[in-house]
């Protein structure tokens, strides 16, 4: 029927909802998880590749929606892929049984231990050091490629010379761990196995190497038989019941994005894990069109993570340039976040585009000393962000030096072949906070003003945490999970 009761409800399927959903099921608790995306592996249908974008490279668009080059029309299918477009700032976000997993780079970072600290005062980081980590690495399937492959490689050349070319302007880099399966990759350098991050997939999905939730913790959870996952189901608003209790507005669409049915969910236990800016838009919504109650700190404390994305051009193309074999798993970073002047992190991002564009591609993760707030617009329906050129001037600065102190060293220009004036202020892919541990919620996610409503995802983290976050975001949604079934919260 159109009614359905179900005792815990899981909205959205991304690093907190299958964290959550693993926990609950081992502890015996029968899970339903709503999932706007599409089950991709049950679909059978295929990931497309960056260079032939197909069903799976965009949410209901019309044209792709890459940071770049987006040159392919689509016809809408409910993709992996989709982006939110503000006046100062894209979000792009996954879609799909997997969340961010499907889309993401696999680069499986870890905090520093000051700056986690920093974030995060309240928390015991030894703990965090010696147990929630090490369990995210292993739950994850993180892992590290094989110095001597990386060597001889060429589709990591783009590494080889970043690296080089950062040594030589006086930068530290540094080996950033992945999920994709590396032994699995020199597999396909060889062709013995199909080709997936050799092949230009990522960001609409790897059909192959890349441990996404759907082969980690969401195929561990549906195998105790408890977890439920309904995809193609988006939940428009939530209501709280005079019981304390939950009813959720729920559409069911098709994967050309038309509606089927108009399902009410009723739950006694919620948990909001739709990312940062589906949670948010969740919460902010149903209050404005069901006096839904939200505490003040709903929506505050907001951050890019620091995302700059910017770039160099060369005027002659240097050590035959990044090549134009390129894999999509990014290993290889440059840290500078001791410098007190100008502290970020840069990952040395790859641009496989099937020639030599003679472009060197790097996202930076800076520090987010101005936090942006994010509120919901009664008028256009849609969530409005307090954010500006004010609140990444920091971080133009420390790409501006950057780019300038590679370029001294290794010739080249910024690259205007990318963005305007070569410097992408507008570029997040990594939205963090708005619904942050102890401030909206409990010590353990469980929002502030509610008996049975949690959020376990990125909006936690208070708009920064240094690296690339989805280790992160994991570690803690174990550790609220865990203390949470502890207090006999889901009994
Ligand atoms: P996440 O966004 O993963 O999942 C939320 C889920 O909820 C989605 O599946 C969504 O469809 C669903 N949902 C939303 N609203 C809903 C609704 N109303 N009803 C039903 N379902 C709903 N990070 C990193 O650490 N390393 C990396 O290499 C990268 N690379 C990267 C590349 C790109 C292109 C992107 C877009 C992002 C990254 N990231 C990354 C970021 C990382 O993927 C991101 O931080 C996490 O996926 C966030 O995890 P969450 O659990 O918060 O939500």
Redesign the pocket.
């Known amino acids: 029927g159109n009614v359905i009761d179900a005792p815990i409800l899981i ?7 299958a964290v959550s959903a693993l926990r609950l099921c081992e502890a015996g608790k029968k899970v339903v998880m ?4 599409l089950n991709w592996e049950k679909s059978g249908i295929p990931f497309s590749s960056m260079l032939k974008p197909g069903k799976s490279a965009a949410w209901l668009k019309k044209k792709t929606i890459a940071p770049f080059m987006n040159i392919f029309s689509l016809t809408p299918f409910t993709g992996t ?1 989709d982006r939110m477009d503000f006046e100062h700032i894209n979000i ?10 499907l ?7 870890t905090p520093k231990e000051s700056y986690f600290k920093e974030v995060f005062p309240d928390l015991d980081a030894e703990k965090f050091y010696s147990t929630y980590f090490p369990l995210v690495h292993k739950e994850l399937k993180v892992n590290i490629i094989d110095e001597h492959f990386l060597k001889d490689c060429p589709y990591y050349q783009f590494t080889r010379v970043g690296e080089e070319e950062a040594h030589k302007a006086g930068f530290k880099t540094i080996r950033v761990p992945n999920v994709y399966d590396f032994q699995y990759m020199e597999k396909e350098y060889k062709n013995e196995v199909p080709r997936s991050a050799f092949n230009t997939e990522v ?1 609409y999905g790897n059909n192959h190497g890349k441990n996404s939730l759907d082969k980690t913790y969401l195929k561990k959870a549906l195998e105790t038989g408890n977890l439920e996952i309904m995809d193609l ?4 608003n939530i209501k709280l019941n005079d019981d304390k209790t939950y009813t959720l507005n ?1 559409q069911q669409i098709d994967t050309s994005g038309a509606v089927v049915s108009d399902k009410v969910f009723n739950c006694k236990k919620l948990i909001l ?4 800016m ?2 948010l ?2 919460l902010l919504q149903s209050n404005a069109v069901n006096k839904f109650p939200i505490h003040e700190e709903i929506g505050k404390n907001w951050g890019n993570n620091g995302n700059f994305m910017t770039g160099r051009n060369w005027v002659k193309p240097l050590s035959g340039g990044t090549g134009a074999k390129q894999s999509t798993i ?1 290993v290889g970073g440059i840290d500078n976040w001791e410098d007190k002047e100008h502290p970020f992190f840069t990952e040395i991002a790859p641009l496989p585009m099937g020639m030599d564009v003679a472009t060197a591609l790097y996202l930076l993760i800076n520090r987010v000393d101005k936090k942006g707030e994010v509120s919901y617009d009664t008028t256009t329906k849609k969530l409005s962000l307090n954010w500006d050129q004010s609140h990444t001037a920091k971080m133009r600065e420390n790409a501006n030096y950057f780019i300038k102190k590679m370029n001294r060293a290794n010739g080249g220009t910024r690259s205007h072949f990318l963005f305007n004036n070569g410097f992408g202020a507008d570029v997040c ?4 906070g708005g619904c942050v541990l102890g401030k909206a919620t409990n010590d353990y996610g469980k929002l502030k003003d509610h008996d049975n409503l949690y959020v376990l ?3 936690l983290i208070p708009g920064t945490i240094g ?5 992160t ?1 994991t570690a803690i ?1 174990e550790y609220c999970i865990e203390n949470l079934i502890r207090q006999n919260e889901f009994a």
Do not use: Q
């Not at 189901?233 to 428009?236: A, I, L, R, T």
């Not at 892919?429 to 963090?432: D, G, I, K, S």
């Not at 690296?467 to 280790?471: A, D, E, M, T």
């Open positions: 909205v959205g399927s991304g690093y907190g909802g709503l999932e706007m995306g892929l792009w976000v996954g879609r799909g049984v997997g969340g961010g997993s889309v993401n780079g696999g680069m499986a970072v960001i189901h988006c939940v428009e729920v894990a739709a990312g940062t589906g949670t838009k969740i990014p892919y990594h939205p963090l995802d990125g909006s690296v690339n976050p989805f280790v975001i949604a």
